[in-house]
């Protein structure tokens, strides 16, 4: 199969290995002319590591799209419509979309899906399947045992992209058809990472951490239901399962920003020196946007967004929610 890769970043790229493993030819689109370069010379951009010679990449979004009839969305969400668009403006021909970026757009609370139905001429559409799940790029370059799921309203593409990315040796897929509950539980857990981040850097001890975590995913699940998807998407791979591997990791860009702002470094300054995408932020916007739309209570994640936006001090914080009425543990 020929698939166009569209974001040659850590983990674009790290899955054009994956496809060349499985015997796919791929081709990257990036912006980022010295991402380009370095891939062309067999480098991943972001790990310095050695790629297979045949992955090759472009700054020509025309080529990739003439190249494929699948393309794999991995740049970050806050730019994915404004590339659909560019995307939609040279299609000539039918394209499946496989994306793999996590986040929900504020202010619309539009899961990616809905994005590119949004912006997609009908006639170019082929069909839309997310890979989710628990993936650090830098161990699934390494080809270390990576678990995703994929999950799509259309069974058989769900099962395509199954087969496209398995492997006997490091790559196992599964598949679902609760394509909501696999977009928001993707999107909601980066928001509970970014917290946790913040927790270990405020030096609150694991007690906490492992607090947070736990009513983190309470409150992911309450973001899956309300979106309209499965609570038992919540509790596997793409949910729980994402959770498990961002919330306490080094590896983890939203963990490591929640660090930082938890040792007092400011916002702006934690994304400036990031290389890489921290996609929790808008997800902390669009879930506490969430909230007061549907008037559910997250209090982990409306309390990180005051804390972010709204200039509320973090002991403030705690106390806010150390202060809310006691609770049954079993009431959501
Ligand atoms: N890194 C991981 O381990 C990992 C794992 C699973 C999912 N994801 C998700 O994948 C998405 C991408 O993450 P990443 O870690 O690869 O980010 P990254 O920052 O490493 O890469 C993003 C790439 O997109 C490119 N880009 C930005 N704007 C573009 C545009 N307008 N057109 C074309 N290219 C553009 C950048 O130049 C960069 O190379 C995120 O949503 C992230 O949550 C990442």
């Known amino acids: 199969m020929k698939i166009g890769i569209i974001g040659g970043g850590s983990w674009g790229t790290t899955l054009a290995q994956v496809l060349h493993d499985n015997g796919h030819k791929t081709l990257i689109y990036d912006i980022n002319e010295s991402n380009v370069l370095k891939i062309n010379d067999h480098i991943h951009p972001f790990f310095n590591l050695e790629l297979p010679r045949d992955i090759k990449a472009t700054t020509n979004l025309e080529e990739v799209i003439n190249f494929s009839n699948y393309l794999l969305l991995a740049v970050p969400t806050a ?36 994005i590119v139905n949004q912006e997609i001429d009908k006639k170019f559409y082929g069909g839309f399947t997310v890979l ?36 006997t040796t490091y790559m196992r897929v599964y598949r679902t058809n609760d394509l909501i509950g696999a977009e928001v539980g993707g999107a909601a857990k980066n928001a509970i990472a970014i917290v946790s981040g913040v927790a270990t850097g405020l030096n609150l001890g694991e007690n906490a951490r492992a607090a947070l975590i736990t009513r983190g995913i309470v409150e992911i699940v309450k973001c899956v239901e309300a979106l309209g ?30 660090k930082r702002i938890g040792q007092g470094v400011p916002l702006e300054k ?19 946007e969430v909230a007061v739309d549907k008037g ?11 804390v972010l936006f709204e200039n509320l001090n973090i002991d403030d914080a705690i106390t806010s929610l150390l202060t809310r009425d006691l609770k049954d543990e079993k009431s959501l």
Do not use: W
């Open 132 to 167: 989710t799940g628990p993936s650090h790029a830098e161990e699934t370059i390494q080809r270390k045992l990576t678990l995703l799921t994929a999950a799509s309203l259309d069974e058989e593409f769900a099962y395509k992209v199954q087969q496209l990315f398995s492997n």
């Open 79 to 114: 730019v994915i419509r404004d590339v659909l668009i560019d995307i939609n403006k040279l299609l000539h021909k039918k394209t499946y979309f496989i994306n793999v970026s996590k986040g929900i757009e504020p202010h619309t609370f539009n899961r990616i899906s809905e």
């Open 296 to 306: 559910i209570e997250l209090p982990i994640i409306s309390t990180a967004y005051r």
């Open 270 to 288: 934690v994304f400036k020196e990031s290389k890489m995408t921290i996609e929790g932020v808008r997800s902390i916007i669009a879930l506490h």
């Open 229 to 258: 998807g499965e609570r038992e998407t919540a509790f596997g791979l793409t949910g729980i399962g994402d959770l498990i591997v961002t919330a306490s990791s080094e590896n983890s860009r939203n963990f490591q920003a929640g």
